[in-house]
């Protein structure tokens, strides 16, 4: 005879049952109503209206990428999440980083991206092309640069690369680190920003 601490009848579909339990329990400890998946979806929708034009009143008016410096437009902003269309340049890392209490997610919408991400032993490297999306729970810790073409595997240009991405609760601060040479994380500095992944520069 099962015993359930949950108190299910005998015959109940335990394995059912127990993974809305936990996804409750882990539902209440975040910070925000938006799980890893709603923001997937809101990151791929976003991508989605602006090749559709959407948004193109928030694009550079000349039609001109920046080349020197990475660009941003909010998309939408609201108590619960902010959405961001951010331009990448080659050779400008975000620095590694957290969202502090803020969950997020990207999708590629052009180019490539190459993101740098504490496993709590080392930074382990992925290339994220056109199409690809990833998420972020609390405590991620990564820094984001345009992938070179070579690494991608990318044979056209990569101007512009862009990705859009999600923030819930939208951001209010965000900590940098820095790897230190016995194999640890050690974090540098924390400041307030709504800013998506770090200054623009």
């Known amino acids: 005879m099962r015993s359930s601490?949950?108190?299910?009848?005998?015959?109940?579909?335990?394995s059912r049952l127990l993974p809305e339990v936990?996804?409750?329990?882990?539902?209440?400890?975040?910070?925000?109503r938006l799980r890893p998946a709603d923001l997937l979806r809101l990151t791929d929708e976003g991508a989605q209206d602006v090749l559709e034009g959407r948004y193109d009143h928030l694009l550079p008016e000349d039609g001109l990428w920046p080349t020197e410096n990475r660009w941003a437009a909010r998309l939408v902003a609201d108590d619960e999440v902010d959405i961001w269309l951010i331009s990448?340049?080659?050779g400008?890392?975000?620095?590694?980083?957290?969202?502090?209490?803020s969950l997020g997610a990207l999708t590629v919408l052009s180019g490539a991206?190459?993101?740098?991400?504490?496993?709590?032993?080392e930074l382990?490297?992925?290339t994220l092309t056109a199409g690809d999306q990833a998420s972020?729970?609390?405590?991620?810790?990564?820094?984001?640069v345009r992938a070179p073409a070579a690494e991608a595997g990318i044979t056209g240009p990569l101007n512009p690369t862009l990705s859009v991405h999600a923030y819930s609760p939208p951001l209010t601060a965000m900590s940098y680190y820095e790897v230190t040479g016995?194999?640890?994380?050690?974090?540098t500095r924390s400041v307030l920003t709504d800013q998506p992944e770090g200054e623009l520069e």
């Open 182 to 187: 016995h194999g640890t994380l050690r974090r």
């Open 136 to 144: 972020f729970p609390l405590g991620w810790v990564h820094d984001v």
């Open 5 to 14: 601490v949950f108190s299910l009848p005998v015959d109940a579909p335990v």
């Open 88 to 90: 990448w340049v080659e």
């Open 124 to 126: 382990r490297r992925r």
């Open 22 to 32: 936990t996804e409750r329990a882990t539902a209440s400890a975040l910070p925000t």
């Open 113 to 121: 991206l190459s993101e740098y991400r504490w496993n709590g032993r």
């Open 92 to 101: 400008k890392y975000t620095e590694l980083h957290d969202h502090a209490g």
